[in-house]
């Protein structure tokens, strides 16, 4: 086992080829030569994939060159919701384009922990309140009757 340590570090490159440093200029070579070797920037754009460093692309984000796209690699889908609710309501109520615009809505997450639970996020229900987290920061009105 020792050997393969040794003979490893010993072709890493990072050990120098002289056993005697000539002067200094020799050290600061050496050194710069190792860590221009060794911790080199990944580039964008030459067909490898360095992760951690460069992930698939995603927004404005990541390098899609190399890694693709998250929605590609993830398998994501597209999902879309709709909303409906019915703003008639017995005669003498109020009109159903008074009680629309009164109406708001936003998606939030539940207090109940079996969401939590369902989707493994390891977390109690205290950690996300109704309302700190929705998707949208303003509550969203109906623009139409239908």
């Not at 393969?4 to 070579?29: C, H, K, M």
């Not at 990944?42 to 060159?65: L, Q």
Request: net charge negative.
């Amino acid at each position: 086992a020792s050997y393969s340590v040794v003979s490893t570090i010993a072709r890493s490159g990072l050990i120098p080829e002289e056993s005697e440093a000539s002067d200094v200029q020799y050290i600061l070579d050496w050194v710069q030569a190792t860590l221009e070797g060794v911790w080199t920037d990944p580039v964008c754009g030459d067909d490898k994939c360095e992760e951690p460093f460069e992930f698939a692309f995603y927004g404005r984000f990541g390098c899609k060159a190399d890694c693709g796209s998250y929605l590609d690699r993830m398998d994501v889908t597209a999902v879309q919701v709709d909303l409906y609710y019915d703003f008639h309501h017995a005669r003498g109520s109020l009109t159903a384009p008074t009680l629309m615009k009164d109406a708001l809505w936003n998606l939030c997450p539940t207090e109940d922990s079996s969401f939590l639970d369902r989707f493994s996020l390891g977390r109690n229900s205290s950690d996300i309140k109704h309302g700190t987290a929705c998707y949208y920061e303003d509550d969203q009105g109906f623009d139409q009757l239908q």
